[in-house]
């Protein structure tokens, strides 16, 4: 037999030896080259991999800002309260939802079945945070803080309160869970209020603990809103309102209270409003601002600018006598709810002649009455700045048939708010000048500009005067110790099919006190169904209620009355 050579064996395991340690290196040399490359020329995916595990972005919270009223009286405040979340990840790692005491009084905390709070984690395996509890009590935050469960924790977070309840809620309106303004004062002046979040990011290690804080934007509080109502006006418009729609069996109403001298609207009032603390089952209509968006046929209110118009036209003459009887025009009669053979200008006014006005029109050009309503403001938005507000509807004709003539000046053909009829008597009670309405409160005072001749308005603001008087159709409209420049109207509403139905708004617009006057209110009540429609009815005992309180409650002085004028408080 013959052997192999004992050379050739050694000489094979060296060479697998050396083939063993030269993969070895390769692989080293190979694995060091990695290394370089994920280090130093590549790192980036490998750090955005440990950043996605352990770096985090923590929110700063930051301060709603107060909304108030003129005088510093909060209508809106942030109170403290928790957010209770989970880590699903950390807590499934942990063990789960046990049924220890310590998940049973979670569970019971939250007012949750211990199985569903196990479902919801389960639900969302792999996420890092999820919300159990919003707005919850910082005791009943603080007792969950102490039970020490894995992947639970709290969070710093406000909820909003109104102070005044549901006496301004369509005004201010308010926030949702995230305390982000959805209504009202709250939407419109959302980003004032709101500021800024601030951050944190930072680095935690595996048991969740901040280990490096690697940047920091800081937080910026929102800041405080002055409205320029007062919450005493608001209270007591508020509540007057409110009884008056009650007592009319009224589909609704609203209110509205403006410093003639300064554009400022102090008081606005609607109803049905709501608890804005507490809006469970509250139907979605009763938040709307009414006195902003609603928009209806003005009727008699818009009078005193027709009679305006003529005296500018030099058409008649402030002692001027008109023909006031019933007439045939285009087949419709148009009369007076009474029979006037004659009245003066005042008389006009003071009886609220429909054949009175419509004759003024008659006598000039539809584009002169057209003209008037829009430098009072009718048919253009107010600008406040409020979500929701309608501008109103003006008509465009390229013809007016005197029909149209005569029943626009009368109030049908257009539409207002009762917002914008407000900015008409502030108009009227600052003689002329028209000044830019504001919600919040104004220093200075704006000059505004004049839109027609003083000496014009304050001779039918006088007129206006005897609608409160006895023999007027707003006599239930008078203060007592007070000179009220008012007007009264009625209109009917128009149906779904375009058509006029039974159905009125009433309204009552003036200002006080009418020697020199400092308020313009407006009040309307949609759809009175109590017996009685007339704005001289319904409407102008509620204008009466409020012009009186709002006098009283800002110590003006009463006006110098003639003894022999019996006003009616």
């Known amino acids: 037999m013959i052997s192999k050579p004992k050379n050739d064996s050694s000489n094979f395991i060296r060479w697998r030896f050396s083939l063993l340690c030269g993969g070895i290196l390769l692989s080293f040399f190979g694995l060091l080259a990695r290394v370089a490359w994920l280090q130093i020329i590549e790192p980036d995916p490998l750090v955005k991999e440990e950043?996605?595990?352990?770096?985090?972005v923590v929110t700063t919270p930051n301060t709603r800002g107060m909304i108030t009223d003129r005088n510093g009286h909060p209508l809106a405040v942030s109170v403290p309260v928790e957010a209770i979340w989970a880590d699903p990840s950390t807590v499934l790692d942990k063990g789960g939802v046990g049924v220890s005491a310590r998940w049973q009084a979670l569970a019971q905390e939250l007012n949750m079945p211990l199985d569903q709070l196990d479902h919801r984690i389960h639900q969302n395996p792999g996420a890092r945070f999820i919300y159990l509890a919003r707005q919850v009590e910082p005791d009943v935050a603080e007792y969950i803080q102490r039970l020490k469960l894995p992947g639970i924790a709290i969070k710093e977070e406000s909820r909003r309160f109104y102070p005044s309840g549901d006496i301004a809620a369509n005004l201010v309106g308010f926030t949702n869970i995230d305390d982000?303004?959805?209504e009202g004062v709250e939407k419109s002046f959302n980003s004032l209020l709101s500021g800024t979040a601030g951050s944190r990011v930072v680095r935690k290690d595996r048991f969740g603990r901040v280990v490096e804080d690697i940047s920091s934007t800081d937080s910026h509080p929102g800041q405080n809103v002055e409205l320029s109502i007062d919450e005493r006006l608001q209270a007591e418009t508020s509540h007057a309102l409110s009884n008056a729609v009650m007592f009319n069996k009224a589909d609704s109403g609203s209110a509205v209270v403006i410093d003639v001298n300064t554009g400022?609207?102090?008081?606005?009032?609607?109803?049905?409003?709501?608890?804005?603390n507490n809006r469970a089952g509250t139907p979605e209509e009763n938040f709307r601002n009414r006195a902003i968006s609603d928009i209806f046929e003005p009727g008699s209110t818009v009078k005193p600018m027709v009679v305006m118009t003529a005296l500018q036209r030099h058409l008649v003459k402030p002692d001027a006598v008109l023909d006031t009887r019933?007439?045939?025009l285009s087949g419709h009669l148009i009369k007076d709810v009474a029979l006037y053979p004659a009245l003066s200008l005042t008389g006009v006014l003071q009886k609220?002649?429909?054949v009175g006005v419509s004759r003024l029109a008659l006598a000039m050009p539809a584009s002169a009455l057209m003209q008037t309503y829009t430098e009072f403001g009718l048919g253009q938005s107010t600008q406040l700045g409020l979500t929701g507000e309608s501008s109103g509807l003006m008509p465009h004709r390229q013809r007016w048939s005197d029909l149209d003539r005569a029943t626009f000046s009368f109030g049908y053909g257009l539409m207002v708010t009762p917002l914008q009829l407000a900015r008409v008597y502030a108009t009227i009670g600052s003689f002329g000048i028209y000044r830019p309405l504001s919600i919040t409160k104004v220093d200075p005072p704006v000059l505004g500009k004049r839109v027609f001749p003083e000496v014009l308005v304050r001779q039918v603001e006088h007129m206006m005067e005897s609608v409160a008087l006895p023999g007027g159709g707003g006599v239930k409209a008078a203060v007592r110790g007070y000179r009220v420049a008012v007007k009264t109207g009625t209109a009917k509403k128009i149906g779904p099919n375009g058509q006029y139905i039974d159905k009125y708004v009433a309204y009552t617009a003036g200002v006080a006190p009418a020697s020199q006057p400092r308020f313009a209110l407006v009040v309307v009540i949609n759809n009175p169904q109590g017996g009685k429609y007339y704005g001289g009815a319904v409407s102008a005992p509620v204008f009466s209620d409020i012009m009186g309180q709002i006098l009283r409650t800002?110590?003006?002085e009463p006006d110098a009355i003639p003894v022999n004028v019996i006003r009616h408080s």
């Open 51 to 56: 950043d996605m595990r352990s770096v985090r």
């Open 180 to 182: 982000q303004g959805i």
């Open 264 to 276: 400022e609207i102090l008081a606005m009032a609607n109803y049905p409003t709501f608890n804005p």
């Open 326 to 328: 019933p007439y045939i």
């Open 352 to 354: 609220s002649s429909d």
């Open 554 to 556: 800002m110590n003006v």
